[in-house]
Each structure stands twice: as C-alpha cells, then as structure tokens.
Nanobody, 122 residues
C-alpha cells in the first residue's frame, strides 16, 4: 500500500493555531482525502474531507468554523489548519485517502497515515 506520511507530534497551548500535513508518496490527484481523529480510549471521529479538486469540503459538526482542510495536488499534500485550539481537540489525527469520491465514512477509506499526536495544554 502507498504510504501516507504525516507531520510529527505537535504540542501547543490553548488558543494556538497549527497546520498538520500529510504527504502521499503516490500522489493525491484523483483521490478523495480526509482527516479523522482519535482521543485516548475513544473511537475514531470524522474531522473533515475534501474533494479531488479541493474545491468542495465538508467537516464534522464539532469543528465547523474552526478547522479548515485543504490540499495541494502538485505537492501530493493534504493539510488541516486548526485554529483557536482547546484541550478537547487533543487527539491523534489521521489522514486518509480513497479513489474518487470523498466523504465522512471511515469504512470507505483504505489508505491511512500513521497518525499525528496533537496535545493542547493550558
């Protein structure tokens, strides 16, 4: 399986902003992309997804207006801009991809990154 390589662990403070990145070695053109997250002891939760062109996006209710997903197909990179972070945003964030259509369904994604630990402290 083609690798999805995410940026390393991030330790930030409440109110900070940061951007996560995920590079797919085989490219991301023609693939729907998404971010999911998993807090300790919890199941994975949908965060945001983006269409193949990057023109259309959707996000989970918990992050609407706060997180922004974007992509650069030429750089084979997916991004997640996270603004005004709070402690409840602490989790391991995973990027994922699938051919064609994007969406919030975890089961539809078969290609996953290794996860990025985000810790938000006071």
């Amino acid at each position: 399986q083609v690798q999805l390589v995410e940026s390393g662990e991030r330790l930030v403070q409440t109110g900070d902003s940061l951007t996560l990145s995920c590079v797919r070695c085989g490219g991301i053109s023609g693939r729907g992309m998404a971010w999911f997250r998993q807090a300790p002891g919890q199941e994975r939760e949908f965060v945001a997804a983006i269409s193949t062109s990057g023109k259309d996006t959707e996000s989970g209710d918990s992050v609407k207006g706060r997180f922004t997903i974007s992509r650069d197909n030429a750089k084979a990179t997916l991004y997640l801009q996270m603004n005004n972070l709070k402690a409840e945003h602490s989790a391991i964030y995973y990027c994922a991809s699938r051919p064609g259509c994007y969406g919030p369904g975890e089961i539809d994604y078969g290609n996953w990154g290794q996860g990025t630990q985000v810790i938000v402290s006071s």
